[in-house]
């Protein structure tokens, strides 16, 4: 079974990304984690890749996806994958399906997960960091027992730079615009399926594991 998971950030695509693997023995791959595999090897594409990442620019389209199907391909044969953070673009979905298609691999479903923009920030912009034990909470869903300590240790809690509500909504403008697309192209070829990311994750989680057993896969 190869999946791919799309939706903004704070609807949880990590969260089940771990979830769906260990329950279908699927490997998870994030494009972050493959281009520094890459780098680090030494390859061919991880070597046009490095420039741009030691610059922190934006890695080309036809290099990142170059990267990651160099990842894909390093898997042992017949291992299914889950890709989380790749495609961010159409032109990325487009070249990932010919290149795919030319290696004999197919996609068997894409997991879009839906959350408005008002539950995302309340997501996001409520986490607290601790600063020492690095404890996570969140000042809605999971507070600490006294406001802006930890429980753990007793350190002070910090609200991270890019989880401040300013720092959200730029995110998700920047994911409306560029990876919101791939929405519609994944449902024009049959792909794409609908997974509501407001319940709690075990709620979401029985959502998907429904989705995948009607793959008959």
């Known amino acids: 079974m190869n999946l791919i998971l799309l939706g903004p950030p704070g609807a949880g695509?990590?969260?089940q990304a771990?979830?769906?693997?260990?329950?279908?023995?699927l490997t998870a791959l994030s494009s972050g984690d493959i281009?520094?595999?890459?780098?680090?090897?030494g390859s061919d594409v991880g070597?046009?890749?490095?420039?741009?990442?030691q610059?922190?620019?934006?890695?080309?389209?036809?290099?990142?996806?170059?990267v990651m199907l160099a990842g894909l391909r390093r898997l042992p044969a017949g291992q299914g994958f889950i890709l989380d953070g790749f495609p961010r673009t159409v032109a990325q979905a487009e070249a990932l399906t010919a290149g795919l298609a030319a290696a004999g691999i197919?996609?068997?479903?894409?997991?879009n997960f839906h959350l408005d923009d008002a539950q995302i920030v309340r997501r996001?912009?409520?986490?607290r960091t601790c600063g020492s034990c690095q404890a996570t909470y969140n000042v809605h869903f999971l507070p600490p027992?006294?406001?802006?300590?930890?429980?753990?240790?007793g350190s002070a809690l910090v609200q991270r730079a890019d989880d401040r509500e300013d720092v959200v909504q730029n995110r998700l403008a920047t994911y409306r615009q560029q990876t919101a697309p791939l929405v519609d192209y994944y449902r024009k070829i049959g792909l794409l399926k609908n997974i509501d990311a407001a319940a709690v994750p075990e709620h979401v989680e029985q959502q998907v594991a429904r989705v995948l057993d009607g793959l008959g896969g």
Do not use: H, M, W, Y
């Open 13 to 15: 695509k990590g969260t």
């Open 18 to 25: 771990v979830r769906i693997a260990e329950r279908n023995r």
């Open 35 to 41: 281009l520094r595999g890459e780098i680090r090897a």
């Open 47 to 53: 070597q046009r890749a490095a420039p741009f990442v």
């Open 55 to 66: 610059s922190g620019g934006l890695v080309p389209d036809e290099i990142i996806t170059a």
């Open 106 to 111: 197919r996609i068997d479903a894409v997991l």
């Open 124 to 127: 996001i912009a409520g986490r």
């Open 145 to 153: 027992r006294s406001p802006d300590v930890c429980d753990r240790c």
